[in-house]
Nanobody, 115 residues
């Protein structure tokens, strides 16, 4: 059974930092895997934040370039998202995913950026 479990969300002030983690189980975790992070703010569609492509490159949303960094530990089957200089518009539920034939999603972790 495939499971993706996110953690690390919370309330942070503007300019602060958070590190999200996603622990995967029951699935192959490869450097050539399509995996990453999306987010969904209230009343908005889910949007790409940062991903690893199948060629092991990274792609970032323009709104987070220079502030967020995606990384992973293949051996431990973990995916990370380091977020710095957070802004109120980063407030959303953050989801990790792994695409392997079909797409698997975690349950999401709430990130709230507010003073």
């Amino acid at each position: 059974q495939v499971q993706l479990v996110e953690s690390g969300g919370g309330l942070v002030q503007p300019g602060g930092s958070l590190r999200l983690s996603c622990a995967a189980s029951g699935i192959i975790f490869s450097i050539y895997g399509d995996m990453g992070w999306y987010r969904q703010a209230p009343g908005k569609q889910r949007e790409l934040v940062a991903v690893f492509t199948r060629s092991a490159n990274t792609n970032y949303a323009d709104s987070v370039k220079g502030r967020f960094t995606i990384s992973r530990d293949i051996a431990r089957k973990k995916l990370y998202l380091q977020m710095t200089n957070l802004k109120p518009e980063d407030t959303a539920v953050y989801y990790c995913y792994v695409a392997l034939g079909e797409v698997y999603w975690g349950q999401g972790t709430q990130v709230t950026v507010s003073s």
